[in-house]
């Protein structure tokens, strides 16, 4: 009853929101009715592009962890990670860097995954391998560079040593799986798993309900963090940050990896945008921008506040940022 009651509180208040953009949709066709200031109507445009280029991702997201739910069990997980961590976190980047998916859809995948028994550390390095190095980001890498195969090979390579490290810094500092509210959200989608479904049909139709589960729990903090990421594109203007990059590596690099943080782009497309910035920034903070972005965003954070406990996505966080902004660092002098 409780979770049925949550279900329609998310339902009515995505309803209300979406008429409120709407509104503003509609708004801008009629400015004589409605007099908003023209970064109102920029801000709209920004959310809703963000929110589309990342819905279809997050559905493919939840419904793969709704297959994990149903069709994986805990012993088969068990038995596929390797007892040796350092194993099971190159294991894990390896399967994630040939997983086609985005910064926001493999969040619900990875909290699926450490639900059913999956490592912490393991779980992170999927998370960060799979929006960073799977085949579509790579090949968009290579043609946004004007088939530029050095630059495509670099974020590849590079991205997925930083993801080990971080991974093995996680598995030494975090013991537990780190979820937020595990009992709950585990009770609230019981109800599927106790039905003893033996037929295809019912397995399936489990899938869609905690596919629908995990989406309007999902949705809710994909909406905030896409607002909040159209705000700051908003009223920040890029070029305001382009000017604090002096030509130095230091400053280069904070800079661009500001800009992946704030930005907020999808990862199949963000190689464009940085290509932009090739005559503005030395390669190595191209780099930094590219391989940060996708594994950690502004987006993305909110959503995985939703998963984990906020210190765990603070102190992560903060990792991810030293480790890849360190290793751009020492690397400037190869690019």
């Known amino acids: ?145 004007g088939n530029d195969l050095n630059i495509a090979i670099s974020r590849m390579m590079i991205g997925f040593v930083i993801a080990i490290v971080i991974a093995t810094v996680i598995s030494v500092l975090f013991k537990s799986n780190q979820l937020k509210q595990t009992s709950t959200h585990n009770a609230g989608c019981s109800h599927h798993v106790e039905k003893t479904s033996t037929s295809i049909i019912e397995k399936c139709t489990n899938v869609f309900l905690h596919a629908v589960d995990e989406f309007f729990d999902m949705g809710k903090y994909l909406i905030m963090g896409a607002l909040v990421a159209a705000f700051v594109q908003t009223y920040i203007s890029s070029e305001a940050l382009v000017a604090l990059g002096d030509g130095q590596a230091i400053s280069s690099t904070a800079v661009m990896m500001g800009l992946a943080y704030f930005l907020s782009l999808c990862s199949e497309a963000d190689a464009f945008i940085g290509a932009s910035f090739r005559n503005l920034f030395p390669t190595s903070a191209i780099l930094a921008f590219l391989i940060y972005g996708p594994m950690i965003d502004l987006k993305n954070t909110f959503m995985l506040l939703s998963t984990f406990k906020a210190r765990f996505v603070f102190i992560f966080l903060g990792i991810v940022t030293f480790t890849v902004f360190l290793t751009m660092l020492l690397l400037s002098g190869l690019y």
Do not use: H, W
């Open 1 to 145: 009853m409780g979770s049925f009651r949550n279900t329609i509180t998310d339902v009515t208040g995505l309803f209300l929101f979406g008429c409120c953009v709407c509104i503003l949709q509609i708004s801008s066709t009629f400015k004589g009715v409605f007099t908003l200031p023209d970064s109102i109507y920029n801000l709209n445009t920004i959310f809703l592009s963000i929110l589309i280029e990342a819905l279809p991702f997050v559905l493919i997201g939840v419904l793969i962890a709704g297959g994990i739910q149903i069709f994986i069990t805990e012993d088969y997980i068990k038995r596929l990670i390797p007892k040796n961590k350092f194993l099971a976190i190159v294991m894990s980047c390896v399967v994630g860097a040939c997983f086609p998916a985005c910064e926001c859809g493999i969040v619900p995948i990875v909290r699926r995954l450490i639900t059913k028994g999956v490592p912490i550390y393991a779980g992170i390095g999927f998370l960060l391998t799979g929006p960073l190095i799977n085949p579509i980001v790579i090949l968009s890498t290579f043609m946004a560079f």
